[in-house]
């Protein structure tokens, strides 16, 4: 079974920097691709990354050269750092994988991250 936990946000000022971590439950050919997306209160659901079993990730342009992903296979963990944070960046992240492109079945609750400006 397929469960994802999200963790480290919190409240920053406008250029500051959060690392979150997401932790699965499992690693199989099903989590190969971990996605981080957001959600602001009103706001459609927002694609922020992804990263592939490798290592090798992709990202909105909306957080390029800014969020960058790692993922840590021993600890079934992929972690996504935020630098240079603006108050626009503020949502509810939550991470994710399975299903087909850009669709995941399985969702972690997410941890709300604040900018403040």
């Known amino acids: 079974q397929v469960q994802l936990m999200e963790s480290g946000g919190g409240l920053v000022q406008a250029g500051g920097s959060l690392r979150l971590s997401c932790v699965t439950s499992i690693r199989t050919p099903e989590t190969t691709l971990i996605y981080w997306f957001r959600q602001s209160p009103g706001k459609e659901r927002e694609f922020v990354g992804v990263i592939n079993w490798v290592g090798g990730s992709t990202y909105a342009d909306s957080v390029q050269g800014r969020f960058t992903m790692s993922r840590d296979n021993a600890k079934n963990a992929v972690y996504l750092q935020m630098d240079s944070l603006k108050p626009e960046d503020t949502a509810v992240y939550s991470c994710?994988?399975?299903?087909?492109?850009?669709?995941?079945?399985?969702w972690g609750q997410g941890t709300q991250v604040t900018v403040s400006s």
């Open positions: 994710a994988t399975g299903g087909t492109w850009l669709k995941p079945i399985y």
